[in-house]
């Protein structure tokens, strides 16, 4: 029998990759604390932590036993009519970590599902209160998901041409920069004259757009759109799938802000990496426009591994490695070299837009070629990384270390020496 890489191409075809030109897929088979080990033995620090999901570390043994240990007793219940431990567990610890207003919890599988069914809420919202509203508001990089609602409140993009025409009309704002502030505000406040009573909600990824290349913006004008929006009790939805569970340098993004949002959405980090878990949290107000004697205003939507009683165990045990490991001094630590390595970064020549928020630093690697997702100079950095054992995966020309919270300072180090000898 060959090799992992070879038997791969027979059958499977991978997410986000050009099949003809990729060349073969790396075999995993071990992953151990921030590593990831290949079939033929070489280590690779995963400074990208899996695509943003691992938070404790690979394969960490209190949530594989935690996971095991629920496997044994209850592995999937229908979560229409039925409810279980892991669920409940997980939603007394999680709840209270969240800004005060959010009070229920509504469970899927992924980020995309976790973003579908918080605009759905916002919407039946208007719908059951016999007054629909049909437009959303989002800022013109974002990326919320691959789903076609999720892919709607997406920049118009790369990822979206092939289907822009399916998607429905979104009003987008100027994502917020360091100096146009009060343009984005006017354009918030321009779409809420034209479209009197039509908007239903406003979704942005709080600080941080990820998927567009780790843009930054300031709490500020996050604070000032979400006032407008609450004025015209437009539902403010956090995408914290990103962001949540210590990206930024807090918890959660949210935690920045001064006004909280109606409705968030989490995944990635929320099962520590392990399990397919998405969640979305809305407030008392947004959960009551359901109830109702009438089933015509039930919320429609759930997935067949809604509520997973191994996610949910996953995501309890998660949480509780948070506590016995204290992560948030860790993540305090990282946010502290990152600034270290961005003040070592200044005048550096083929680089620049030096930044970094919380655990995440990102680059812009200075190039003569156009900018973009497909740009040529980041197959060439994603190849110089594995070369040396190191799993970074930029987006274009942008380069961005997100890594486990378990990842040592050397080899955080490491990682930094090489991105500096680039
Ligand atoms: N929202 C944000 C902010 C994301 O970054 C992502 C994924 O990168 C998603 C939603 C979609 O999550 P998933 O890939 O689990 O569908």
Known sequence: MSNLSQRD??????????MQT??????IVKGEGSYLFDENGKRYIDAVSSWWVNIHGH????????????????????????????????????????PR??????????????????????????????????KIIAFRDAYHGDTFGSMSVSARGIFTQPFNQLLFDVLFIDTPTATNHSTVVTQFQQHITEHENEIAAFIFEPLILGSAGMLMYDAVVLNQL???????????????????????????????LSVSPDIMCFSKG???????????????????????????????????????????????????????????????????LNLEFAVRLQGKKNIENVRALGTIIALDVITSEQKGYTNSIRDKLYSYFIEKGILLRPLGNTLYVLPPYCISEAD?????????TL
């Open 9 to 18: 191409s027979k059958y499977i075809w991978h997410p986000y990759t050009q």
């Open 22 to 27: 990729a060349g073969l897929p790396i075999g």
């Open 59 to 98: 394969a960490h043994p209190y949530i594989a036993n935690a996971i095991a240990a629920q496997a044994k007793e209850l592995e999937q219940v229908i979560f229409a009519g039925f409810t279980h431990e892991p669920a409940i567990k997980f939603a007394e610890k999680f709840m209270p970590l969240l």
């Open 101 to 134: 207003n959010q009070q229920k919890l509504f469970l899927s599988d992924n980020g995309s599902t976790a973003v579908e069914a918080a605009i759905k809420m916002a919407l039946q919202f208007f719908f059951n209160h016999q007054k629909p509203r049909t």
């Open 226 to 256: 979400m006032t407008v929006a609450k004025d015209h009790n437009i539902f403010c939805i956090a995408d914290e799938v990103m962001t949540g569970f210590g990206r930024t340098g807090k918890l959660f993004a949210c935690e920045y």
């Open 270 to 336: 929320i099962t520590g990496g392990f399990m397919a878990l998405g969640a979305t949290t809305c407030t008392n107000q947004i959960y009551e426009a359901f109830l109702s004697n009438e089933k015509a205003k039930m919320f429609f939507h759930g997935h067949s591994y809604t509520g997973n009683p191994l996610a949910c165990a996953a995501a309890y045990a998660s949480l509780e490695v948070w506590e016995q490991e204290n992560t948030l001094q860790k993540v305090k630590e990282i946010s502290k």
């Open 412 to 420: 955080l180090n490491f990682v930094f020496d090489a991105i500096e």
